[in-house]
């Protein structure tokens, strides 16, 4: 059976669509483990994931703490050397050199922060996936690379010397080495801003994690089925947040007249007491909450945004930091959502975007033009009729009005959370059947342009044989060399190192970082 090892950093936005794609690989016949935060355990355990966890909650917490201080002027060495993320570098790499499987095994990390499974590619021979969750993070190539090759070159160095791998010369080619580089959102997204390189795969934004059966709180019900629709204010999961984003925020909703939903996970960063009208919840389903908001003020991330467009909320965005600009930037583009700078951010100007957002609501888009300004949101590729969904069902075909009765587009109908019609494809179900074919084909990917993979056509398997070619996504099947095996494609990977070489490695690891892992 074939190993998925999955390396991630981050909060909700980074870590649950690592949470996705593994549930999605182990559907397919995969095994999998992640390896991330320990405060993503029960998640990784509800979708029967193996788990090894690289810190505790507390060095966790910490480490939310400290990075608010990276937009103020801490250093990057501070910044790792305090966290002990050297040190977590090597537990993920022993993690995943104790569950290598020559010839079986394929390394998922989120792109750019998992340099240890570029290491364990390296050192084992294995093929590696890196995974981007939002355009900036492959803008921001060369941004990393400076940090990593002159910043934080003496820790990486040292890391490097203890694995026993050579010092990295061609730093370009090193960072680029993944077989297969994949990017989490639509086509139309990464055109309405700095377009991603051809290597990188678009495969749509990941559906939520959410299951439907996640209850409401009593208090939110209470609210949201009140007399005036609250807006929802959420900054996410992390705490790289500007100083002045819950107060304008709040304030700003209640200038306009709306109660307000706020979710945060943090109570210490929400105003105190809370003002009149004002609901507090450290979490709410917002699978569940985001079609019944009057409109959706938030921070800007990916996972946010992109559940506010499955839901048709309105969103007025604070972005500040990071992928946020970029991100909101790219939805004003297409005016899906209206964005402030933080020098901006003042209840006085909020207040009129959320009365305008309110009176306006969600522009209908048009599900005939996938790649114009009006296309579906969430779409990659309007489906053509006959081809068959990666659940199983089959496609249908786009109706050309676009319409959205009870508030869900006509083209199709619900299938296993993924609606036909070719409107709200589900990228991590996309991306995870790229990643499998690593598993049974040499990455030796033709380049193309960035409209990214076409219409999937096929479940998720592992199987190595004819049938698993003919059921392959049409763009992956054309690209898989006829009559390769997995043990022809471990073979041509494996050869850099013995097998003696790669279990000296994995041994002493082993030995020395058995404690921490968990």
Known sequence: MPTMLLVTHGTDGDVLPFVRLGAELRAGGHEVTLITHAHYGPHAGRAGLGFVPIDTAAEFERTLADTPDLLGGLGWQEFYERNGLYGQMELEFAAMAARYRAGETVLVGRHTSALSVLFAAEALGAPAAWVAVAPIQIMAERAALHAYRHLLWEGIAGVRRRLGL???????????????????????????????????????????????????????????????APVLVTGGTGRMLHGRFYTAAVEGARQAGRPVLL???????????????????????????MPRVAAVVHHGGIGTLSRALRAGAPQIILAHGVDRPDNAERLHRHSLATWLPAPRWTPEEVAPLIKSAT???????????????????????????????????????????????????????????????????????????????????????????????????????????????????AGVAAERKEGATAVEAARRQLGRLSAAQRQAVAERLRGRLSGREA
Do not use: K
């Open 166 to 228: 050579a010092p990295i010369e061609d730093w370009d080619a090193w960072f680029s080495s993944a077989a297969l580089h994949l990017g989490l959102w639509p086509r139309w997204f990464d055109r309405a801003g700095t377009r991603s390189p051809a290597r990188v795969r678009l495969t749509g934004f990941p559906l939520p994690d959410e299951g439907p059966d996640e209850p409401l709180p009593p208090a939110a019900e209470e609210v949201l089925s009140g007399p005036v």
């Open 359 to 473: 009176a306006q609501g969600t522009r209908p888009p048009d599900l005939t033009q996938p790649d114009g300004p009006d296309a579906d949101p969430l779409a990659t590729d309007v489906m053509q009729p006959g081809t068959v969904r990666p659940d199983g069902g089959p496609g249908g075909t786009v109706q050309p009005d676009g319409g959205q009765p009870g508030g869900e587009h006509s083209g199709g109908t619900q299938t296993g959370g993924t609606q036909t019609g070719g409107a709200h494809e589900d990228g991590v179900r996309r991306a995870a059947w790229l990643i499998s074919s690593l598993a049974v084909a040499p990455p030796d990917f033709a380049p193309d342009d960035d409209a990214g993979l076409t219409s999937p056509t096929g479940n998720i398997t592992a199987d190595t044989g004819s049938e698993a070619v003919a059921l392959a996504p």
């Open 263 to 289: 979710v945060v996970r943090h109570r210490d960063l929400v105003p105190d007491p809370l003002p009149p009208g004002v609901t507090w919840f450290p979490r709410l389903p917002f699978h569940a909450v």
